[in-house]
Nanobody
Framework: VQLQASGGGLVQAGGSLRLSCAASGSIFGLNAMGWYRQAPGTSARELVATFTSDDSINYADSVKGRFTISRDNAKNTVYLQMNNLKPEDTAVYYC?????????WGQGTLVTVSS
């Protein structure tokens, strides 16, 4: 399974970005695709938004009302629309997917929000 994330960049506070994550390879049964992020100077990746195994959606409280996760099943791609970005959203954003007990991560895309 390969997860290719793209769409990061530098944006001013209040701006918007859209991240994409395309899955390829052995994707049969792949589910729970979503986004996590790791802020500078931290070691933990935190949940941003994800589809769950039963197709519901979970958002971190800090992004509710600003970020929207969506997907295009025909393209095996998950998107993260990020609006009203804040400096504290600055992080490397990682795409994640799961199948049974296996977890797969993309390479990460950097989002920098300037104040």
């Amino acid at each position: 399974v390969q997860l290719q994330a793209s769409g990061g960049g530098l944006v001013q506070a209040g701006g918007s970005l859209r991240l994409s994550c395309a899955a390829s390879g052995s994707i049969f049964g792949l589910n729970a695709m979503g986004w996590y992020r790791q802020a500078p100077g931290t070691s933990a990746r935190e949940l941003v938004a994800t589809f769950t195994s039963d197709d519901s959606i979970n958002y971190a409280d800090s992004v509710k009302g600003r970020f929207t996760i969506s997907r295009d099943n025909a393209k095996n791609t998950v998107y993260l629309q990020m609006n009203n970005l804040k400096p504290e959203d600055t992080a490397v954003y990682y795409c994640r997917a799961a199948r049974f007990r296996n977890v797969y991560w993309g390479q990460g895309t950097l989002v920098t929000v300037s104040s």
